[in-house]
């Protein structure tokens, strides 16, 4: 009771409010179902376009899932509830059989004058049409089955007909009626084969064993005999899955795998209803009168790509002008395909090809880094020192093994979060760490080697910024190194040094003192020697045969002692640096030389010498050294010729004596000018072995130094270098 008051109240406000023409369509089905959505859309779209003012009010009947009578009554009495108050109900359209035998069995009691448009009657339904009280028009539907066993004859000859229809449905009974009632007029051999019983997975199951036998011409099965209730593309699903040449009879069932017929459309019927409601409601046309009207004829659908699917082509129907849902491939539609498919497959093999290589290197990348972890942790514990990370508070944040070893912490001692005084306690760094505060505040890096009070013990340390570009984070790294070992050795070294340097001078003054006063000695035997001479009568042979020995002995070992103060004065620090004119020198020390120069037939040739810092009595030595020996050392019976030039090299000169001597032999190029080493015998050449280790010793003093090459005349180059002024 409450709910039909709330209905009616519901009703009349509306009603009350609008002053425009109220229609009321009665849909056989429910709005789920995608006919009636279609068929409702084609009505209110036509109307909406000549009245658009009109109030529209719908009601469904759900004939699809309850057929009962009961339910048609109760159906019934709910509209009548509900619409009995409002007077204006303009005009009434019914959609399909189930309502417009509902409104033919109220027509005496329901809006009995109010006109009637039924659409969607199937095409034998017309009787009904006869004792209306009220106006009527009937827009029939046919169904074209007749065209589209045609369709599916030309196209799979050889197939037999699977007819899917419902038995309980007025459509599907009509459908069959008109297909027999046409039976003669297709070729006797054609098998059809009905199918309005039995479940739809039954029927599937069937054709599916023999799916190169039949084609299927589905009217519609959306309730099979369990009662099950299919939506319509459920249906078409199944149908699909059969992999089985399959047509329709009504427009919502294209899709899927269907490939197509004259199909009703129900968009169309509604849209036909539509049309004359709105010229009805205008009062362009009236209702009374009006005969039957066939819906006007559905067309061909084919959907090309199901039918190529079966290896057929549209050339057997074409004359049917079907509307075809994807447009045969011309070859210039081919082309301009595969021209797309090769530059999607294009863009798509780079889109992957840029995935393989950037996943490739972002693995070999990963590589890279865990192997550049791997090496950085295994330099970092072993590594023989300490390494402290802090962060920018010099709060500890890691450290390795030999840092907790070195600053007395066990293991497993956690350091992280102390301050860095506190960790390096152990070696006290407190008073250190405002200096290293300073160092690293105005970014530069602490370094200092402490040696800790009360130990021998010293240590390297150094503390560090660590900044990145990717991370703001500043990071603090301290290493420490013990380098008390290092140290020590140091030490050593530089005592060894001082010793050497001092037995050196020891030796030096030795030398020189020996040397010094041993010529006194050696000069009195000779003048001794010198008087027994002069006094001795010119009898005894042998006497002066001894005379002489002793002679020639003290010579040598004058100049012995000669060459020795010469090699010690050459090593003291009497050295008088001052600039002078090396030609002057070399010219001056080749005249001293000059009778053996004329005895030997000798050339020497100076050239052009620079200014140098020298000290000049050195200097002439080493010069005079180096001459005689190229006079000297000549090749038997051929003039020795001796040329002396110098060039610039970067910042010193270089400064050859080349001669076209004896030449000196590779191995023995460095032994030479170390002091008594001769190459050749006293019988042979005099000399005591002294006058290069003189030459070294003074081109050292001068910062120099000195070494011999053999030259292109087969003798020997003596080069010694001196720096620019
Ligand atoms: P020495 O008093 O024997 O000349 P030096 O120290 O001057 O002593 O020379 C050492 C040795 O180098 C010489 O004995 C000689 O064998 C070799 N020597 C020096 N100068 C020349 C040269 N210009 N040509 C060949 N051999 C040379």
């Not at 020639?552 to 090593?571: C, F, P």
Request: hydrophobic letters at 35%.
């Amino acid at each position: 009771m409450t709910a039909k008051f709330l209905i009616l109240i519901t009703v009349l406000l509306s009603a009350s409010v609008l002053q425009a023409d109220n229609v009321l369509v009665i849909q056989s089905y429910s709005p789920d179902y995608e006919w009636t959505k279609q068929i409702q859309q084609g009505i209110t779209e036509e109307i909406r376009k000549s009245c658009p003012e009109t109030h529209i009010y719908s009601e469904y009947i759900d004939a699809k899932r309850v057929s009962s009578e009961k339910y048609f009554s109760e159906f019934f009495e709910m509209l009548n509830t509900k619409y009995q108050y409002v007077s204006d109900i303009d005009l009434i359209i019914t959609c399909d059989n189930a309502a417009y035998a509902l409104l033919k069995k109220n027509d005496e009691t329901f809006y009995p004058a109010t006109g009637l448009i039924a659409c969607g009657i199937n095409w034998n339904q017309t009787n009904l049409l006869e004792n209306w009280n009220r106006p009527v028009r009937v827009f029939t539907e046919h169904p074209m089955v007749i065209e589209t066993v045609e369709v599916v004859q030309e196209l799979f000859p050889k197939r037999k007909l699977a007819f899917l229809c419902e038995d309980n449905t007025i459509s599907g009974r009509v459908s069959i009626e008109l297909f027999e009632k046409h039976r003669a007029e297709f070729p006797k051999d054609l098998e059809i084969k009905y199918f309005t019983n039995g479940t739809l997975k039954q029927i599937s199951e069937k054709l599916k064993k023999n799916r190169d036998e039949y084609a299927i011409l589905l009217m519609n099965y959306q309730r099979d005999d369990e009662g099950i209730y299919y939506q319509t593309e459920k249906v078409v699903e199944i149908i699909s899955r059969l992999n089985i040449p399959a047509f329709v009879l009504n427009y919502t069932y294209m899709g899927g795998a269907i490939i197509g017929g004259y199909p009703t459309e129900p968009f169309q019927e509604g849209a036909i209803a539509g049309k004359f409601a709105g010229r009805v409601l205008n009062g362009k046309a009236a209702l009374a009168g009006q005969s039957v009207v066939d819906s006007p004829h559905n067309k061909l659908h084919i959907n090309l790509d199901n039918l190529q699917k079966f290896g057929k082509d549209c050339d057997a129907i074409k004359h049917r002008d079907p509307v075809v849902s994807k447009k045969p491939l011309t070859a210039e539609s081919l082309i301009n395909i595969i021209g797309w498919y090769s530059l999607v497959t294009l863009f798509l093999v780079v889109i992957i090809a840029i995935l393989v290589i950037n996943f490739t290197k972002r693995r070999k990348a990963e590589k890279k880094l865990h192997s550049a972890n791997r090496y950085l942790d295994t330099l970092v514990r072993n590594v023989p020192g300490a390494i402290i990370r802090c962060d920018k508070e010099f709060k500890c944040i890691d450290y390795n093994e030999y840092a907790a070893e070195l600053l007395g912490f066990g293991k497993k001692e956690k350091l992280n979060g102390k301050h860095f005084c506190e960790v390096t306690a152990a070696i006290n760094l407190t008073d250190a760490f405002d200096s290293i505060k300073k160092a690293i505040d105005s970014g530069k890096e602490f370094r200092e080697i402490f040696q800790f009070p009360g130990s021998s013990r010293y240590y390297d340390i150094r503390v560090t910024q660590l900044s990145s570009e990717e991370s703001s984070e500043t990071e603090i790294l301290c290493f420490i190194y013990d380098i008390s070992r290092e140290v020590k050795m140091r030490l050593e070294i530089e005592e060894k040094k001082q010793e050497l340097e001092r037995s050196n001078s020891d030796l030096e003054q030795f030398a020189y003192i020996a040397s010094h006063d041993l010529q006194e000695p050696v000069r009195m035997v000779t003048c001794y020697l010198d008087l027994l001479e002069s006094e001795l009568d010119s009898s005894s042979q042998e006497i002066w045969k001894y005379i002489k020995y002793a002679k020639d002995g003290s010579e040598r070992i004058n100049s012995l002692i000669k060459d020795l103060l010469s090699y010690s004065r050459a090593g003291s620090n009497e050295y008088e640096f001052k600039a002078w004119n090396l030609t002057e020198i070399v010219e001056e020390s080749r005249n001293s030389l000059n009778p053996r120069i004329d005895e030997l037939e000798a050339k020497v040739d100076i050239e052009e010498l620079p200014m140098i810092r020298c000290d000049r009595t050195q200097m002439y030595r080493l010069f005079t050294n180096l001459l005689s020996n190229a006079l000297k050392y000549h090749k038997k019976d051929v003039s020795p010729v001796v040329i002396i030039s110098s060039e610039m090299k970067d910042t010193y000169w270089q400064i050859n004596v080349a001669d076209n001597g004896l030449g000196i032999s590779e191995e023995y190029r460095d032994k030479i000018f170390e002091i008594f080493k001769r190459l050749n015998s006293r019988s042979e050449y005099e000399g005591t072995g002294i006058g290069l280790a003189i030459c070294k010793k003074i081109v050292q003093k001068h910062g120099g130094s000195i070494w011999v090459e053999s030259n292109s005349e087969g003798g020997s180059t003596f080069c010694f270098t001196v720096p620019i002024i």
